[in-house]
Every structure is written in C-alpha cells, then in structure tokens.
C-alpha cells in the first residue's frame, strides 16, 4: 500500500507528523510539494518531500492525506496540480483524508456536493456553500472514500478511520 501527503508552506504541524508515522505502520508514504522541496510547519517541523505535485501519478497510490493549517489548504487549493491530484484520487475511489482546513482542498477540487463531511468550524460555511452536508459536531465523518475531521485533537480517530477504510479497500 502507498500513500501520499500532500503539503505546502506552514500546514498545522502535528497535522503531517502524526499521519507520517501512522501511515508508515501499514504503508509506504511519499511527501510532495510543489516543489518537490522541503516546507515548514508553522512551528517549524520539516516536511521532506521528495516528490513534485507534477510527479505523482495517482495510479500508484492509495491514500491521500491533506493536512491543515489555515495557510498550506489554502496554498494548495490554488495549485493545479495539487487539485488535479486530488480530483483524480476522489474519481478512482481512493481513500482521501483532509483534516482542520484541508477540505478547502476538496472545495477547490470541486469534489464536495452532496457529501457527508465535516472541518475546522472556520470552513464549515464554505463546505456548505459547496454543497456538502456539514456536520458539526462530528469528530470524523466518513463518506464513502472520504474521511474528514475538525482539528489535531482528532488525529487517532481520523487515522484510524483512514487505516481501516484502506484497510478493507484493499482485501476487496
């Protein structure tokens, strides 16, 4: 199994760090960036991406894990190649996880209507102005092969929502 982050400058640190190490339990994980370079938390914590966005072939991955942090969703949600990334891994039904502000990705992807999802309190309007059936009080919500969550205090929930989503993927 492989998975992929996709990051961009000052993305809400403990947002990649706990993904990373979670997904290295059950995956082969590949950062990217825009890139292909090293960006930063907003504390500082590197993110080494050894990929560009232009690089990935979604074909050969199967998670993608969107991190948040006002600034990096909003960086990458103007990136083409970030959106056509995501575009791609929604339409080939693999397992996307966006987390804080990260489903201002999935806005700019056009990929909300009509799903079940939920984010940062801060996005909540502009994920019902997509289309998408927020739900608030949510700590993870998982729609089909999206899996969305509020903030870093929901990190074990929302990966583990993400692991066994993946999981029973790939035994199908």
Sequence with gaps: MRSLI?????????????????????????IASCDGKTVY?????????????????????DILIIPGGFECPDRLRIDDECIRIVQEM???NKVVGAI?????????????????????????IDLSNSGANVLDSSDVVVDG???TAP?????????????SLATNKSHV
């Design 151 to 163: 903030h870093y205090k929901n990190n074990p929930q929302f990966m583990l929502a993400v692991q």
């Design 90 to 92: 929604i339409d080939k």
């Design 100 to 124: 804080c502000h990260g489903p201002w990705v999935l806005i700019s992807a056009n990929r909300t209507k009509g799903r079940d999802m939920t984010g940062y309190k801060a996005v909540h």
């Design 6 to 30: 996709c990051v961009a400058s000052n993305f809400q640190d403990e947002e990649v760090i706990y993904p990373f190490y979670k997904l290295q339990e059950f995956s082969e994980v590949t």
């Design 145 to 147: 092969n999206l899996v």
């Design 41 to 61: 938390g907003k504390y500082g914590v590197p993110a080494r991406a050894s990929k560009r966005f232009s690089e990935i072939d979604t074909n050969e991955y």
